[in-house]
């Protein structure tokens, strides 16, 4: 088997300090946390069957997700997960979190969305208070994820709660789920609300050839996209021109098959076209990888330096929905962390 990076790749760019913007909640628990929470609800066989296989299509993922949503359902393990998903990121050496999950609403589970993103914001508050004495610091923002099988009520709700929870990290809005459900006029409503609060918005887009959806969110000027894996030549160029930059996520679209391979990744013509783009997780738990792993794969398939490596990491910066003082601070702390390394 040829090897995706060497021991040395994956060394520097683990003591890199990086930054991590599209990382979903429920896709990035620990697979023993998965496995304990199975086991205790008595669903172990099934959970442990869709996690045991190392391929898996967009939609066997999202029966993955489904998976873990059901054994993920009340408050305590909310917050459990979110503290040890901060922790597994700044372990990690990822210096800056922008963290996303769908607030859902369980009447069955006495969870509204409102108690859902609390125990989110409780995770985040847990691993910040045990981190104090660590040197691997992580700063960490909000993005709130209206999922595709939601109605225009439910994601008008999301934005609702994003805006009001500001002070306490969130940032911005994203659209994620399978991206063979549902129509965009139906969350457009919610998205142009969220223009109008001033929040950031994220869209996952062209993650499979939808072209007419790919169009209509182009023209919401969204701050930044998601995947664009599957765009015809005139999309791609519209992207372009819009300078508008990409989360990438390599081990995820070449294990869903949204590309054929990571040789043939998109990274490469956007990366030598200098379109901002930044190097992302997706789903660390259900893809087994972690930022590191993402960048020495990068590295080794498109022949990268450690210089241009820290050059793609240093850039993420300007990408982050942070404003201009954070992003200061924070490249501030990145150089600090380089001349100490
Ligand atoms: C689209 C994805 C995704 O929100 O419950 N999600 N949406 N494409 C992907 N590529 C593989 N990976 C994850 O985290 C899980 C949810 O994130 C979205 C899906 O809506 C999934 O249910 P949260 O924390």
């Given at each position: 088997m040829?090897?995706?990076?060497?021991p040395q790749?994956?060394?520097f760019?683990h003591?890199?300090?990086k930054v991590e913007l599209h990382?979903?909640?429920n896709?990035?628990?620990?697979?023993q946390t998965?496995r304990?929470?199975?086991a205790e609800?008595?669903v172990?066989?099934?959970?442990?069957n869709?996690?045991s296989?190392?391929h898996?299509?967009?939609?066997?993922?999202f029966?993955?997700?489904?998976?873990?949503?059901?054994?993920?359902?009340d408050?305590a393990?909310?917050t459990?997960i979110?503290c040890e998903?901060?922790?597994?990121f700044?372990?990690?050496?990822?210096?800056?979190l922008?963290?996303?999950t769908?607030?859902k609403?369980?009447p069955?589970?006495?969870m509204t969305?409102?108690?859902?993103?609390?125990?989110?914001?409780?995770g985040m508050?847990q691993?910040?208070n045990?981190?104090?004495?660590?040197?691997?610091?992580?700063?960490?923002?909000?993005?709130?994820?209206?999922?595709?099988?939601e109605s225009?009520q439910?994601?008008?709700?999301?934005?609702a709660?994003?805006?009001?929870?500001r002070?306490?990290g969130?940032v911005g809005?994203?659209l994620?789920?399978?991206?063979?459900?549902?129509s965009?006029?139906?969350?457009?409503?919610a998205l142009?609300?969220a223009?109008?609060l001033?929040?950031?918005?994220t869209l996952?887009a062209a993650?499979v050839y939808r072209?007419e959806?790919t169009?209509d969110m182009?023209a919401l000027?969204?701050?930044r996209?998601?995947h664009?894996?599957?765009?015809?030549?005139?999309?791609?160029?519209?992207?372009?021109?819009?300078n508008?930059?990409?989360e990438?996520c390599?081990?995820s679209?070449?294990?869903?098959e949204s590309?054929?391979?990571?040789?043939?990744?998109?990274f490469q013509k956007?990366?030598?076209?200098?379109?901002?783009?930044?190097?992302?997780t997706?789903d660390?738990?259900v893809?087994?990888?972690?930022?590191?792993?993402?960048?020495?794969i990068?590295?080794?398939?498109?022949?990268l330096s450690d210089a241009?490596l820290?050059?793609?990491s240093l850039q993420s910066i300007e990408h982050t929905?942070?404003?201009?003082?954070?992003?200061?601070q924070?490249?501030?702390r990145?150089?600090a962390l380089m001349?100490?390394?």
């Amino acid at each position: 088997m040829v090897e995706l990076y060497t021991p040395q790749q994956l060394a520097f760019c683990h003591r890199l300090p990086k930054v991590e913007l599209h990382a979903h909640l429920n896709g990035s628990v620990r697979d023993q946390t998965i496995r304990e929470l199975a086991a205790e609800r008595g669903v172990d066989c099934e959970v442990t069957n869709l996690l045991s296989k190392g391929h898996r299509t967009l939609s066997e993922c999202f029966k993955l997700f489904d998976a873990i949503h059901r054994i993920t359902t009340d408050h305590a393990t909310i917050t459990r997960i979110t503290c040890e998903v901060v922790q597994d990121f700044a372990a990690d050496n990822v210096i800056y979190l922008e963290l996303r999950t769908t607030p859902k609403a369980r009447p069955e589970h006495g969870m509204t969305k409102r108690s859902y993103l609390e125990a989110v914001l409780a995770g985040m508050q847990q691993a910040s208070n045990t981190a104090s004495a660590s040197p691997k610091q992580v700063m960490v923002r909000l993005l709130l994820s209206i999922d595709r099988r939601e109605s225009t009520q439910a994601s008008l709700e999301t934005v609702a709660l994003a805006a009001e929870y500001r002070a306490q990290g969130v940032v911005g809005i994203d659209l994620s789920g399978n991206p063979s459900v549902g129509s965009f006029d139906t969350w457009l409503p919610a998205l142009q609300r969220a223009r109008e609060l001033a929040l950031k918005l994220t869209l996952h887009a062209a993650e499979v050839y939808r072209p007419e959806e790919t169009v209509d969110m182009l023209a919401l000027r969204p701050d930044r996209l998601g995947h664009m894996c599957c765009l015809d030549d005139a999309l791609e160029q519209q992207m372009v021109s819009a300078n508008i930059p990409v989360e990438l996520c390599l081990s995820s679209n070449v294990i869903t098959e949204s590309v054929p391979g990571y040789a043939d990744h998109h990274f490469q013509k956007l990366y030598q076209a200098g379109h901002p783009v930044v190097l992302c997780t997706d789903d660390s738990g259900v893809f087994c990888t972690s930022l590191s792993r993402e960048y020495a794969i990068t590295a080794q398939a498109f022949q990268l330096s450690d210089a241009q490596l820290t050059q793609l990491s240093l850039q993420s910066i300007e990408h982050t929905f942070l404003d201009k003082a954070g992003k200061e601070q924070l490249r501030q702390r990145f150089q600090a962390l380089m001349a100490s390394s």
